[in-house]
């Protein structure tokens, strides 16, 4: 594995009932873990254009460096799903998606079919193959990957989960959105 290889960490901001748009967060990072650079989107929420955005942001500024791209869940936005599988033949780019627990596959195809009916994303649904990533401190994380070996897919998530149990790039991605929609991002400590 590179030693200078370069993550793409993808999260959205969060977004109130009633947003028309929420965005797409990208932070470039070392496997070391030094942040080369970031950059947003705007997508919309419950939309189609996050896979788009995604691999706008893989081709454009610091992101054309990145060597895999990694992304907190597939859904972005509400419903506004990637097709991992479509954007490593697309961009020639793995990618592999985190969440922190198992997702519930049956209660997402419900939601699409009741609030989306989109039978497409109904299909990337059927397409992924969850994969459980046992961490060094014995947290466990689900992935689904795509043009990467399940043994490299779980050498990059160990590598980058610092504490805690999210790997970096998408942590940061997060704080970052956070940051986007309050103006502040991490924990809120009374008095200070």
């Known amino acids: 594995m590179k030693k200078n290889l370069r993550i793409l960490g993808i ?3 969060p977004f109130l009932r009633g947003d028309g748009t929420c965005f797409l967060v990208g932070v470039v990072m070392r496997l070391d873990l030094y942040i080369e650079g970031l950059m947003t989107r705007e997508i919309h929420v419950d939309g189609s ?3 788009s955005a995604v691999s706008e942001m893989s081709r454009t500024g610091t992101g054309h460096s990145c060597n895999i791209i990694m992304t907190n869940g597939i859904t972005f ?3 506004n799903l990637i097709d991992p599988l479509a954007l ?3 961009l020639d780019k793995p990618v592999i998606t985190v969440t922190a627990k ?3 596959l049956e209660s997402i195809r419900a939601a699409i079919r009741k609030y989306i009916g989109n039978e497409s994303a109904l299909k990337v649904l059927d397409s992924l193959a969850i994969e459980e990533v046992v ?3 014995g947290g ?3 992935i689904n990957r795509a043009g990467i070996s399940a043994a490299d897919a779980r050498s990059i998530i160990r590598k980058t989960v610092r504490q805690g149990m999210i790997p970096e790039p998408i942590r ?3 704080l970052v959105g956070r940051m986007i929609k309050f103006g502040y991002s991490g924990k809120i400590i009374p008095g200070t």
Do not use: K, V
Request: a negative charge; zero cysteines; hydrophobic letters at 25%.
């Open 11 to 13: 999260d959205d901001s």
């Open 49 to 51: 254009d996050a896979e």
């Open 77 to 79: 936005g509400g419903f």
């Open 88 to 90: 490593y033949e697309h």
């Open 102 to 104: 198992s997702p519930d």
């Open 135 to 137: 961490l060094r401190s």
């Open 140 to 142: 466990r994380l689900y």
């Open 172 to 174: 940061m991605a997060h």
